[in-house]
């Protein structure tokens, strides 16, 4: 798993331990893959980082500290998902890049 604290400070741990963690602590865990499918289920529907950020923003206006956790495979540039019958590579675009590693 990938875990982002609030897409910042990328960390490619199996873990969090929050005795040895700087910062805040968090206050709110977003399950990232279904915030990126929210509304995806078209034909070309896919894994949306703009959804999670979005996510992200509206809970730290709410004076929250969230932490986002996605599947391993989501943290690289490009990566299979499922779309009807067929599997497609999704390529992150430099946005979108900026986002997961924000």
């Known amino acids: 798993m990938l875990f982002f604290s609030a897409l910042r400070n990328c960390r490619r741990d199996t873990s969090i331990n929050e005795s040895t963690r700087t910062g805040e602590p968090f206050t709110a ?19 949306n980082f703009y959804q999670i950020q979005f996510v992200v923003d509206a809970l730290i206006k709410m004076k ?15 990566f299979k998902i499922n779309t009807g019958f067929a599997g497609e590579l999704q390529r992150l675009s430099d946005e979108e890049r900026n986002i997961r590693d924000r």
């Open 29 to 47: 865990i977003v399950d990232g893959a279904n915030a990126a499918y929210y509304m995806q289920n078209f034909d070309q529907g896919s894994f």
């Open 64 to 78: 929250e500290n969230p932490l986002v956790v996605l599947p391993y495979k989501y943290g690289f540039d490009s």
